[in-house]
């Protein structure tokens, strides 16, 4: 039992170590050996709240992210974030790292706020690297749509001086703005709010980050979308979780999220009995 009541799973090995909040199947804190600070970052104003995402490491969007596209009255980003997953006991693999399974199906709680039957499996693999896979199966006897994203926030040494490379060429929707569509030139970087969905690329992203002296890589499969964001000082402002304090540790200066998902032109539409998987790796490297 955690801060707010909320239960966690502490990790260690010889590799890493991590948190997970069961509410939400939440990786909250992954800190390989080799690295001195942990690579996910965590809010110095995240809320410990039954049923409300922490501002912290890895939340899970799904199954739709953003807003709801009807009814505004439903949670942002979907619901699987806000309820309790079933761990599975954890298992230490031969390369030293540790793996533990989370499960989230159908109930009566998420029926009524999505009409859908499905099982939906996280593996999380804690080492030097982090290795997670989100499978969704349609277990039920319609299609469903499905958008989704692995909301990831990496600790950075301070916003502006990070780039984020890998989207060159890349179309993306400028949610930031008024939702115009544009093209990437070069790296990403940050000097304003960026909030933007790139579309149809699988490409593996680096955040380099020239104070932490770290590269940080992620590299996907399954995932056709890739969401950049940082709220800058008026929209973290807004945030009671985040707050506009820019030098502090933990603060919005000290964060970029690089997602990998599956939202605009390549939300899915799962047939009864299909599955779909999105599988993800970070790996820092010191630079
Ligand atoms: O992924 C970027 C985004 O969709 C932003 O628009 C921003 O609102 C962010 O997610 C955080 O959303 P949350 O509901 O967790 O406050």
Sequence with gaps: MGPGGLLFAQIENDLATATICLQGAQVTRWQPRSQEEPVTFMSAKTQYTEGKPLRAGIPICWPWFGPHP?????????????????????????????????????????????????????????????????????????????????????????????????????????????????????????ASEVDRVYVNTEATCTIVDPLLKRRIHISKRGSHSTVVWNPWEKKAAALADLGAAPATRGGWRQFVCVESANARDNTLALDPGQSHRVAVRYHAESI
């Design 70 to 190: 009807t009814d505004k009255a439903r949670p942002s980003h979907g619901f699987a974030r806000n309820v309790l997953w079933e761990a599975r006991a954890p298992a230490r693999l031969g390369s030293g790292a540790t793996q533990l399974s989370l499960l989230l199906s159908d109930s009566e709680r998420t029926l009524a706020s999505w009409p859908h039957r499905f099982i939906l499996e996280y593996r999380v693999t804690v080492g030097d690297a982090l290795d997670l896979e989100l499978t969704t199966t349609n277990t039920g006897n319609e299609p469903f749509p499905l958008s989704e994203a692995l909301h990831a926030y990496f600790q950075v040494g301070d916003i502006g001086s990070v780039q984020v490379l890998g989207l060159d060429g890349a179309e993306f929707v400028d949610t930031a703005g008024a939702g115009q569509r544009q093209h990437q030139h070069g790296a990403v970087t940050f």
